[in-house]
């Protein structure tokens, strides 16, 4: 989607009358054929689901770390999830 159609959808969406510009925005960007992110995050996990399991002896974060490509929005989570912070014990 270039700028001019950016402007465009904008300049609809705030001249709106009773919907919110944020549901005017996901209408214009589904009316462009654009993906949104729940879409998005369905097919990668549709992906994520049909991959062969690995072994219970394999690495998690080796693995997210060298599938990160292929499951970039469930890799940015995993980080989130399965990092865990450092602690100092005296």
Known sequence: MNHANVASALSTCSSLQGVSIKHAHHQQ???????????LAEVELS??????????????LTWWHDNM???PLLSAATR????????ITQ
């Open 80 to 87: 989130r999830y399965l990092a865990a912070p450092a602690m």
């Open 69 to 71: 490509a292929r499951f």
């Open 29 to 39: 960007m589904q009316q462009a054929g654009v993906p949104s992110l729940t879409d």
């Open 47 to 60: 992906k994520y689901v049909a991959a062969p399991c690995q072994p219970r002896a394999s690495d998690p």
